[in-house]
């Protein structure tokens, strides 16, 4: 069933809104020319029964998209968000939409559903008036009944209001509530994913257990780069139960039992070829900047670099380096895909459902129309799900197996090695200050392995230069974006430069920081921090441990103030304290914000202190947590988190601003406790070690 | 090797026809439907699996249908009763002790188990009993709350 079709089969008997996408909210995901534009991004369903669905295309990662989207529904409507049914991610059932991804859910799709909840009330109320012979401005609206204010009797509700009704409205004119009424907006509401989550009846996409599923387990090369050439599978096939799926390259040994399949692939015999790059972890580094050499290009250009260079009196040179790095989500990449009556369905742990389809459907060379993605609840994503191979995976297996459900959940060594990782790089910085009132006088980056993304703020600079490489497949390993992409990279280089200026300069790093900055909204937001902090800063080092670093997602502003301690003999970086002031605007719902930003901060602490994918050649080395090191408990800090109070600026999302920071303020703060600057992360205690030697002795 | 294993789930008799050194995770995942404990990496490393046997916590990813026999078993499913929930499964659901909920079955069973124990802990306890379970979301603050909380709302847990 084609979408359009399902529309007019949905809007039968019920009130249905469709609201297409505002203009000049610019997509920052390109979309596919022609297709966003003339489509729904979402809709409202007011059954006869008064129930109110709202169906998004996005998806539950666990950030809390389904409770901050039901709000503004509820906001308009009058409801409690528990009233709100959420459909999310069902390709067949919601509009087209972006990926659940670059913070876009609160930015982009929240003003446009909540327009789309502020028409509904409006026609409801003009359909109420007319039924109930009152005007609309004698007539109260809540809980999904509506009266007339002077006689509560005279009163009807949603469900009998659209009862037998077909009736479309496209959107565009009424204005959603100004903020003085809201009375859902700005208040924390229950989690609605809470119940499911805390009772173990939460289905994740390995949790589906349709009659007949057989378990896939894939043959994988022992190296990137390699691929399949020739299996013995006789092994395996004697294992009662087995079945074999061979698709060019792809091998899968299928069995009811995940376990069974599991060991039954492990008699598989295969050969492999192709090239495996040569590189490992090590250097993996001078890999990048001699491969990225002959493509370097300027990128950003402000005055001129080599005359702020000569004015400056203090210059400070830099090489931030930071490793590859694996989403790691708790939930491995999982889907289940069924082949039934010439189309594909798939339910995956996925952030874009709709990416899913069509690289589904490309893949299989089938219509879009043919195939279905329905997202469950997804076990953790922070950029690792927006990408599906395990899903066309799950789906070219499906396709020679036809009505048999396959299940795909790739096992931690498989998440780790088939991961497109935050990739390494490399920013090789120069800077300058003037000997006058500390101005900079010149910024020169030059950079392999990311891109220029959030790599300025609104810091003053006479001449600011940024060289990127435009060479394609630069990276020897899959890469791909991790929450924030290119912006903690470039954030770590620039906040802890500026660091090593003022050390330099020997002003304190808030000083110095004040008087560069010149967005009025960051400065308050750097003070609101400090005196949150409590915390009188010094030229440093200073011996205390507190280090500070400002960090942006498009207009997401955050300042990260961290507390360390640095054991000297074993290099351990203990976090004791990391505070947040965070400016996204209005704060939808501040509890739910708060959890990104803690979930951030933690995150932020493993990518500084211990995350990173170990390789030679193409073997991944890491193939469990054992290597892999995620933040445990004992890593935890104490945690603040501060808003700006800036309720009149439109909500930004909050999901990538607060982790670009958090590696910057923490190598500052090893900095301020040791003199050591730390210029690799992750900052292990290997690497700690080697930066304390190079701190001359007083 | 096929055996009939039987013991308590979640309070009441079960007997399995399984080889009795399959992995008990997938034996109530799979044979049993009970798929609120969940898999993060089959090693012991992670503690999503985590289920309580004879009331210790046990990681299912590594401990065999063979090890469980006659014994009892207690998943994050037999927790609520009643329609009432269980007072550490409340406390998560009051502190928003999770986000993608992935880790929240095996963080709540580490923690029951622990609270049984230990229902005054300090907080350098809880976080040395809850070491073993990782979160990758990062609700690590909410879930030493809950646990503190749960710990000092009951004076433990039943
Ligand atoms: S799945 Fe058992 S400890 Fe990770
Ligand atoms: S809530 Fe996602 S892993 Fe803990």
Known sequence: MRRRDFLQGAATGALTFFFATPVGSAPIVPTRPGT????????????????????????????GATTVLAMLVAEELELDPAQVDMVLGDTDLCPWDMPTGGSLTMWHTAPVLRGAAAEARAVLLRMASKALGAPVSGLTLKDGAIWVKENPARRTTFGELVKGRKLERHLGKVKPKPLSECTVIGRSFPRKDALAKITGAAKYAGDLRMPGTLHACILRPPSQGLTLASADTAGAERVPGVRIVRDGALLAVLHPQPDTARKALA???????????????????????????????VVISRGDVAAGEKRAATVVEG???????????????????????????VWASTQSPFVFRDAVAEALKLGQDKVRIIA??????????????????????????????????????????????????????????????????FWDSTVAGVSQGEAELSYEMQANRYQAPAVPGLHPLKVGAWRAPNAHT????????????????????????????????LLRLLDLAVETFDWDPAPGPTGRGIGLACGAWRQGLVVAVAQVAVDRTTGQVKTERFLEAVDVGLVVNPDGARQQVEGAITQGIGQALSEEIHFKGGRILDKNFDTYLLPRFSAIPRIQVVFADNATMVTQ????????????????AVFDATGARVTHVPFTPKRILEALKLVPSK | MTATVSFILNGKPVTVASPADRMLVWVLRDELGLTGTKVGCEAGLCGACTVLVDFETALSCSTTLGDVAGKSVLTIEGLAHDGKLDPVQAAFQEHHAFQCGYCTSGMIMAAWAFLKKKPKATRSEIVEAMEGNLCRCGAHVRILDAVESAGKAVGGVR
């Open chain 1, 36 to 63: 966003y534009s003339e489509d729904f991004n979402a809709y409202l369903k007011i059954s006869a029964d008064g129930r109110v669905g709202c169906f998004v295309g996005k998806t539950e990662l666990g950030q």
């Open chain 1, 267 to 297: 008699l598989v015999k295969g050969t492999f070829e192709g090239t495996e790059p040569d590189v490992d972890d090590v250097r993996i580094y001078q890999y990048l900047v001699d491969k990225a050499a002959p493509g370097q290009r």
């Open chain 1, 319 to 345: 090489e931030y380096r930071n490793a590859y790095e694996s989403h790691a989500t708790l939930e491995p990449h999982t889907s289940v895909a069924k082949w039934e009556e010439g189309r594909m369905t």
């Open chain 1, 376 to 441: 469950q609840f997804v076990g953790g994503g922070f950029g690792g799900k927006l990408v599906g191979p395990g899903a066309i995976e799950a789906a070219r297996i499906a396709r020679q197996v036809p009505g048999v459900p396959i299940q795909v959940a790739w096992n931690r060594e498989e998440d780790l090695f088939l991961d497109g990782y935050r990739p390494a790089a490399v920013v090789k910085l120069r800077s300058g200050l003037d000997a006058g009132r500390g101005a900079i006088t």
């Open chain 1, 490 to 521: 470039n954030a770590f280089a620039r906040e802890s430069q500026l660091d090593a200026l003022a050390a330099k300069a020997g002003v304190d790093p808030v000083t110095l920081r004040r008087r560069l900055i010149t967005d009025a909204r």
């Open chain 1, 653 to 668: 999302g909050i999901g990538e601003p607060p982790v670009v920071p958090v590696a910057a303020a923490l190598a500052n």
